[in-house]
Nanobody, 127 residues
Framework: QVQLVESGGGLVQPGGSLRLSCAES????????IGWFRQVPGKERERVSC????????GYADSVKGRFIISRDSAEKMVYLQMNSLKPEDTAVYYC????????????????????WGQGTQVTVSS
């Protein structure tokens, strides 16, 4: 059974940083993509970033390029989202998800191609 568990959310001031973690378990396929998404109540879920387990290539939404960094520790089965220079508009529930369709570049995969989702972690950027 595939499980994804996010952690690391919280309250941070504008300009601050947070690192989100996503613990993977139960994935037996060799190659897949992990994505980070976020959602604000009343709005559509937004794709934030992704990483390929095949070659480590990454993709980012324009709104977070240069501020967020996605990484993966394949040995520990962990995916991280380092979020720097946070803005109030980054406030959302952040979800990690796994896509068993190994598309490259990973960013061409929309959320409909993600098969498994975590429960989400709240990130609030406010002074």
């Amino acid at each position: 059974q595939v499980q994804l568990v996010e952690s690391g959310g919280g309250l941070v001031q504008p300009g601050g940083s947070l690192r989100l973690s996503c613990a993977e378990s139960g994935i037996t396929q060799d190659y897949y993509n992990i994505g980070w998404f976020r959602q604000v109540p009343g709005k559509e879920r937004e794709r934030v970033s992704c990483i390929s387990s095949r070659d480590g290539s990454t993709g980012y939404a324009d709104s977070v390029k240069g501020r967020f960094i996605i990484s993966r520790d394949s040995a520990e089965k962990m995916v991280y989202l380092q979020m720097n220079s946070l803005k109030p508009e980054d406030t959302a529930v952040y979800y990690c998800a796994a896509s068993m369709i190994d598309l490259l570049p990973c960013y061409i995969a929309g959320q409909g191609l993600y098969d498994y989702w975590g429960q989400g972690t709240q990130v609030t950027v406010s002074s």
